[in-house]
């Protein structure tokens, strides 16, 4: 469809309940769509930035016959963290503790060799088992300690919806552990698989970004739940054999997927990353949590500058050759949304564990704030990757 319309895919950065942010944001931008001054053909994320990206897709893909929506769509993203956040008392209890032990780990304040798994309502954490059983009993939700519960409440149409007729397309990170493939888990598998016509089938071609060591397979809770499985909170998740933790260590989130190995129409015009791991860093980290802090954000942010530096790349072809390779490539323009310096700054590994109601509650205001003004000045608004950088 070629109206003049831009088309945006929005990639969704992993980290934890920080994420909240991407909520903000991201209802603002689905608040938006029915201007008509973009399109929303993709979305992306890793880890908690899986979360937000599959629940504003969920709510924007027909199900049952059914067409989505942007307004059914804010609700499930708002939803979704409403559900997430620590709410009863025995919630609330169970937050301030780990939050206690994680910071204490941080600061390498000694704990009798408890840790953050210890403190979690994991398998393999204190309490479960035994101890699970009270804490249901003391009002603890099972969609709080239990995340496949979470997401078959979260997005209970799932297996009803109409994946050839999805207006977005949606893509999820995970890190296959085992043999060390990187996955992405995409909507356009399930798509291509449940129909016969050849323009759907070869819209996103997949042979070009394929091969032994990277992957596409179809999108799933199982998937969501990989993406979304951080070392030492959630044990392994198993997928058709394989073995996933979120895609941290190799697309944060995925992004190369929207352009590589697809047809020129279906590449978008642009690509809006929601940062939510800060480039820079203030000063050179030199206590214990500066150094966790900074090493937890490089590994974020690393990953995904390879592949802008790469699209990057890809547009000077353009730009020099000319229709030697515009024929083929077209070139896409990438910016970012980031928080504000003195929340990204202020922010430490320990508090994307945070659960609470009134932190995930300010992120998400301040996405909201950042997202709107951000939302009003486009497309007078910055460019990879100058826009990455804060002021000094």
Known sequence: MDDGIPTVAVACQGGGTHAAFEAGVLTEILGDLSAGRFRLTGLSGTSAGALCALAAWYGLVGKDGKPGSPDEAIRTLNGFWDGFAAVTPAEILQNSTAQFAIRAQEQEVPLLGLTLPGFGLTPRGLFSHALITTFRQLGVRETYFDFDVLLQTA????????????????????????????TVFDSDCNAAA??????????HAPTSIENRWRTRKPLSLRGAAASGTLPGVREAEEVDGGFYWDGLYSQNPPVREFFSGVRKEAVPDEIWVIRINPQQTPTVPVSNADIID???????????????DFLLIVN??????GDGVAHTYKPVTVRTIKMTR???????????????????????AEGRKVG????????NVGRYPDDAAYDR
């Open 155 to 182: 997005f209970p149409g799932f297996d009803a919806i109409d994946w050839t007729s999805a207006p977005t397309r949606l893509l999820l990170g995970a890190s296959e552990i085992v043999d060390g493939i990187e």
């Open 194 to 203: 449940e129909t016969t016509a050849a323009t759907t089938a070869e819209k």
């Open 294 to 308: 900074r090493e937890n954000e490089l590994m974020g942010n690393l990953s995904l500058n390879k592949e802008l």
């Open 316 to 321: 000077s072809m353009i730009a020099r050759f």
């Open 342 to 364: 003195e929340t990204a700054f202020g922010l430490r590994v320990s508090s994307k564990y945070d659960r609470s109601r009134i932190f995930i509650d300010t992120l998400r």
């Open 372 to 379: 709107r003004g951000w939302l009003d000045a486009w497309p």
